[in-house]
């Protein structure tokens, strides 16, 4: 059996590092060629709208662990949620984490966080930033906004539900700065982020300057976990149903998210 030959970026930590670094690069030269507008002003006073609200448990209990990675996490979000807060995403502007947020360096702060990559847990400076665009995108799950760019943790499921209040599959993955979340404004409506950390939680409001014509209930549905070949697998749907605001009425309904992750726990009995 002939022996799979490695890429590029797998010989030698020097070859991953041009291969990310190539990556960053290319990244700047596609943005600058597409000609984005990016959401960059920011403005003190809230908007009047609250469009959605929610919290982010810090420090979950995630199997095995080390909870000095949850504390480090804690740091490093302290640190990027004020690059985002306050931000305004007007008509025809592109939200960027990673344009508002920039590199996550020891230099700037950063501490080693737990990381995931290829579906495994690791760990790396910076570590904890998935937890903050899960936020914003549950938050923009509810609003009128456009999600242009999203990435997800696909095929697993790494740890037990523990204090879990939003779907299984809702999720985001991102690496500085070529897996990113973007949305894009593409209504005649102004929308404001508001990140902060109150100590125990990540929090974060989506507020606008003018009520939403529709508002949205994300949910679960059909979930459940099933046996294959080699595993198990946690199985479900994600959906979002677009409601009239006046009547309560369902408008639309959409599957956001299909789920097939294999399990990567002991589940009970």
């Known amino acids: 059996m002939k022996k799979q030959r490695k890429l590029f970026c797998e010989i030698s930590p020097l070859t991953y590092r041009i291969s990310v670094e190539k990556g960053i690069l290319l990244r700047h030269v596609s943005d600058l ?3 984005v507008r990016f959401a960059q002003k ?25 909870m000095q990675l949850q504390e480090n996490k804690a740091v490093n979000l302290s640190i990027a949620a ?3 807060s306050g931000v305004l995403i007007r008509p025809g502007e592109t939200f960027s984490f990673w344009k508002l947020v920039g ?24 570590g904890g930033m998935c937890q903050f665009t899960n936020l914003i995108h549950w938050m923009v799950l509810h609003s009128e906004l456009t999600i242009v760019e999203h990435h997800h943790h696909d095929g697993v499921d790494l740890f037990p539900d523990f204090n879990r209040t939003i779907p299984f599959g809702t999720g985001t993955s991102i690496t500085y700065n070529y897996l990113d979340y973007r949305v894009k404004n593409n209504t005649q409506n102004t929308y404001q982020l508001l990140t902060w950390v109150d100590g125990e939680y990540l929090r974060g409001e989506l507020r606008a300057l003018r009520p939403q014509t529709f508002s949205f209930h994300v949910h679960a549905v059909n979930e459940h976990f099933v046996h294959e070949e080699d595993g198990t697998y946690r199985c479900g749907e994600v959906m979002r149903d ?9 408008v639309s309904q959409q599957v956001i998210r299909k789920n097939h992750a294999k399990v990567m726990y002991e589940l009970d009995a």
């Open 33 to 35: 060629s597409h000609g």
């Open 82 to 84: 004020p690059k985002v």
């Open 242 to 250: 677009q409601l009239d605001r006046k009547t309560g009425e369902i």
């Open 42 to 66: 920011r403005q003190e006073k809230h908007l009047p709208v609250l469009v959605y609200r929610h919290g982010s448990l810090i420090r979950r209990r995630l199997g095995n662990v080390d």
């Open 103 to 126: 590199r996550t360096t020891k230099s700037r702060g950063y501490r080693e966080g737990l990381m995931i990559a290829r579906g495994n847990t690791s760990q790396g400076v910076g």
